[in-house]
T-cell receptor, first 114, second 114 residues
Framework: AQSVTQPDIHITVSEGASLELRCNYS??????LFWYVQSPGQGLQLLLK??????LVQGIKGFEAEFKRSQSSFNLRKPSVHWSDAAEYFC????????????FGGGTRVLVKP | DGGITQSPKYLFRKEGQNVTLSCEQN?????MYWYRQDPGQGLRLIYY???????QKGDIAEGYSVSREKKESFPLTVTSAQKNPTAFYLC?????????????FGPGTRLTVL
């Protein structure tokens, strides 16, 4: 069975500083990987996704993520954080062999200091 | 505008009562999903449906039921058998149920059992 781990429950970052959120997955074949963002009390919005090809993917809101097969990781990065980036971020993995299900990590809550 | 609507936004229920959460999409998506979100636990899949008149249990289906009589609608009933129903419920849909495609999320329903 596939699984996703987000090791950091909370991260606090100063506005303008860089941000990196960690995601590790467990799956035997090539996974499909996603990052979603959730503002308080809202649904989830897709930031970016990886299916194949270039391992560095660009997303919305200035986010990017890099797929590293050797480390089973898909870390999310942003060079300069804005106050509006304060939210909860979820990494998810899907796979054709697993049908249509996505498995989500526990989430990382990002707080932005002025 | 296309999207997913969930109603109501807030729902209060007395113990022992069944309650139905609504989910409607006008994206012409085949697959629909229900997730439960609790603090620190990410999203857990309750039920999913890849096509009309068919649905499968997810990881935490006990105490829940669903129907899929129309492509655009996937209501979730939280029954009195669900021991701890207070949570945030999210509905999602995707273009095809392969796990490769982005899941679009509704705004969620917060259920509180009094």
């Amino acid at each position: 069975a596939q699984s996703v781990t987000q090791p950091d429950i909370h991260i606090t970052v100063s506005e303008g500083a860089s941000l990196e959120l960690r995601c590790n997955y467990s799956y035997g074949a090539t996974p499909y990987l996603f990052w979603y963002v959730q503002s308080p009390g809202q649904g989830l919005q897709l930031l970016l996704k990886y299916f194949s090809g270039d391992t560095l993917v660009q997303g919305i809101k200035g986010f990017e993520a890099e797929f590293k097969r050797s480390q089973s990781s898909f870390n999310l990065r942003k060079p300069s954080v804005h106050w509006s980036d304060a939210a909860e971020y979820f990494c998810a993995v899907g796979a054709r062999a697993a049908g249509n299900k996505l498995t989500f990590g526990g989430g990382t809550r990002v707080l932005v200091k002025p | 505008d296309g999207g997913i609507t969930q109603s109501p936004k807030y729902l209060f229920r007395k113990e022992g009562q069944n309650v139905t959460l609504s989910c409607e999409q006008n994206l012409n998506h085949d697959a629909m999903y229900w997730y439960r979100q609790d603090p620190g636990q990410g999203l857990r899949l309750i039920y999913y449906s890849q096509i009309v008149n068919d649905f499968q249990k997810g990881d935490i289906a006990e105490g829940y039921s669903v129907s899929r009589e129309k492509k655009e609608s996937f209501p979730l009933t939280v029954t009195s058998a669900q021991k701890n129903p207070t949570a945030f419920y999210l509905c999602a849909s995707s273009r095809e149920g392969t796990g490769t495609n982005e899941q679009f999320f509704g705004p969620g329903t917060r259920l509180t059992v009094l």
